[in-house]
DNA sequence: CGGTAAGTTGAAAAATCTCAATCACGGTGG
DNA sequence: CCACCGTGATTGAGATTTTTCAACTTACCG
């Protein structure tokens, strides 16, 4: 059942301890510690007297179908999630129907943690595919990580690397043209993929046209315009949503050579 | 000495408790307990044990004087900043020389929250006038803020708030146009220098055109003629850095009526 | 008082958007 | 099983916005 497509995790992250094939089957019941993606997610350093407190604290699994929101902007903030499997876009929206898809989501990426600064949450969260993920009640995470200095870093850490990833995308839009963003996006995207055992090469995108260039603040035809002339000169082949990477220095060379 | 320029940093926030005009002028310790921004800045809702607690740790001033850089991108991470008195901006870049400004940090701004993520800083910090900051020890605010409930929910929602600015900024780059962009950005710039004390209308910018134009992904000219038009629809006096606002509720309709 | 950095303005070029027509694909019901 | 429908994707042509390049002005600093 190895495939390339991203819907599908099926690939372990850590190959010598799949999650969910040993022990008995739970399906709303999760653990950290048996998590293919604890190296990816919250419990990054945690030893295993720390891993099985967190355990306890992310008890919660919901699936969130393909088109379901995992929350919306106004409600009430109560927990964090972090993706299990699956999809995830998220968007603010201002007071006029301007809207601004701020980030995907995927496999051991978390959910919320704009809602901390005031208790309710500022954007959606909307699953681009059936997904599901653990729920971390976040009053118990911040009493955890009182106690567990480990935790408390790396959730700082987290929090600190959406601020730096913000800032990343704010160059995108600030100072790249279509080709850049669409080649730097790819780029991400594939990276991130490959991360969790997937092809650097061969993807299949899980958002529209229009959400990729809602994240880029293109057009949807900007964008569909821009994946024919990569695919034109040779960097991919594109068919529908369906992706090959050819050339991968291609791409890098498009980002890095500031508008030549 | 009440002035309506954001530079001179003279009125109390909390009239009744000036920060520093009872007690001996000690200039190069500073306390949170008697800090005239102790309700925009980190100390919010600390019991007076609790910021004495945090006085013992936010000990050190540095003045960082015009165009100096308080950290660099690529300089280990020590330390959070908090603005004392003057105005910062931030700005990343990219591998190729690409330069992007992330924001403008006035009085009681938290800087240096990127650093968490890699124990390296990610951006440079320059001062856009002769500045001072209080140091905050990053490991000891962790220490303080595992023994403080109040102070770690604080420490979060500050972090959790600039991530909501972060995506606010997107939506502005990935969705609005010039006059829309200097707009919001006055706008947002009038309202902070009102939180501080300050003139609602009458406003000296501390940055350039083109570090305004950085920041809204515009080339300075476009800055410059928006700033023109906006005097010329009589929405604003320009006369260079030194602004009057005329029409907020016309600059706000711009912001508000997407694009018609 | 001169030099330099910052700001303004104009005209032409370039990038992106808008509008419109058409195509591809997946799901559904006959 | 296949035709049909609706959503999403592609492509073209013209409009619009922003950038680029250039000339010129203003303010500030020694």
């Not at 935790?151 to 279509?178: T, Y």
């Not at 850049?180 to 490959?194: C, D, G, M, V």
């Not at 969790?196 to 090469?201: I, T």
């Amino acid at each position: 059942m190895l495939t390339t497509l991203p819907g599908a995790m099926s690939m372990p992250i850590i190959p010598d301890m799949p999650a969910r094939s040993c022990g008995p089957l739970e399906p709303l019941r999760v653990a950290c510690s048996s998590c293919n993606l604890r190296e990816l997610c919250l419990p990054v350093g945690l030893n295993p007297a720390e891993l099985q407190q967190l355990d306890g604290l992310v008890a919660k699994r919901r699936s969130v179908p393909r088109g379901e929101h995992l929350f919306r902007n106004g409600e009430r903030f109560e927990a964090l999630y972090a993706v299990r499997t699956g999809f995830f876009k998220t968007c603010v929206n201002s007071e006029d129907g301007r809207d601004q898809v701020t980030g995907f989501q995927m496999a051991g990426e978390l959910l919320g943690l704009d809602g901390i600064s005031s208790d309710h949450h500022h954007c959606d969260a909307v699953a681009l595919e059936d997904s599901s993920v653990c729920t971390i009640p976040y009053g118990q995470l911040e009493t955890l990580s009182r106690e567990f200095t480990v935790l408390q870093r790396q959730f700082h850490k987290i929090m600190s690397r959406e601020i730096v990833r913000d800032h990343g995308v704010m160059l995108l839009l600030g100072n790249m043209r279509a080709e850049e963003r669409l080649a730097a996006f790819l780029l991400n995207l594939t990276r991130r993929l490959q991360a969790r055992g997937f092809s650097a090469s061969s993807l299949v995108l899980r958002m529209t046209r229009e959400e990729i260039g809602s994240y880029l603040g293109l057009k949807l035809e900007t964008v569909s315009r821009t994946f024919s002339k990569f695919q034109h000169d040779g960097l991919m082949e594109v068919k529908q949503r369906q992706l090959r990477i050819l050339d991968q220095a291609g791409l890098q060379a498009l980002v890095n050579n500031s508008h030549c």
